[in-house]
């Protein structure tokens, strides 16, 4: 597992959206087992190793569980999240809603490389842009930073829209970061994609 302990030169906040029902993999995606760890531990791993802050949203239904994170890790409930990412994204925000800036990835995305959080880390710090997109060969993909002034309209969008809703509008300044990481195109639905990832990339 990555190391739990943060980096000192690396300053933000970071959102991982955890609340997904997991329907397509059988099982509670968070738990399954992956890297002597767990799938939700691994990811919040990479994250808490860049991130001075680490939100965590989970389904409310999930108040009860306990899990073990670092000190600098707050767990973030959503009471929606039946209705789509939307609104586990707008708990999210919500609670992060004095930081200048916001990372926001996916828990379900534990291949992403540990660097292209620091890249991704270090442009949000120093952009213009509102918006700050990874790109592996010409595809875009994720975490994705946002400035503050996206938070509201953010928090506008509904069911399962994503940011790239967002982004469509033209409203705000989108800046790639080039990254040498395939992980950011990599999404988990089913513990067999797990695996023949892990595989790939093992």
């Known amino acids: 597992m990555v190391a739990k302990q943060k980096t ?12 997904g029902a ?7 995606k968070k738990v399954f087992q992956f890297a002597n760890t767990t799938l ?17 949203v989970l389904r409310e239904q999930e108040n009860n569980k306990v899990f073990s994170f670092p000190d ?18 707008r708990a999210g925000l919500f609670q992060a809603r004095k930081a200048p800036w916001v990372v926001v990835g996916l828990m379900d995305m534990p ?24 790109r592996f060969k010409e595809q875009y993909g994720n ?9 509201s309209q953010l928090c506008e969008l509904t069911g399962d829209q994503g940011a790239r809703a967002l982004l469509r509008t033209g409203k705000f300044r989108v800046e790639a970061l ?6 950011i195109l990599i999404d988990i639905d089913t513990p067999a994609q797990l695996q023949e990832f892990a595989n790939l990339d093992s």
């Open 8 to 19: 000192d030169s690396i300053r933000g906040t970071a959102i991982i959206l955890a609340a």
């Open 72 to 89: 600098h890790v707050e767990t973030v409930l959503a009471p929606n999240a039946r209705f789509g990412v939307s609104q586990s994204l």
């Open 22 to 28: 997991s329907i397509r993999f059988g099982s509670d």
């Open 111 to 134: 291949f992403v490389n540990l660097q292209t959080l620091k890249s991704l880390a270090t442009r949000m710090e120093s952009t213009n842009a509102s918006v700050v997109r990874p």
């Open 40 to 56: 939700l531990q691994h990811t919040v791993g990479l994250y808490s190793a860049v991130f001075r802050k680490v939100l965590v």
């Open 178 to 183: 080039e990254v040498k990481d395939r992980g």
């Open 143 to 151: 975490p994705v930073g946002f400035k503050q002034e996206c938070y």
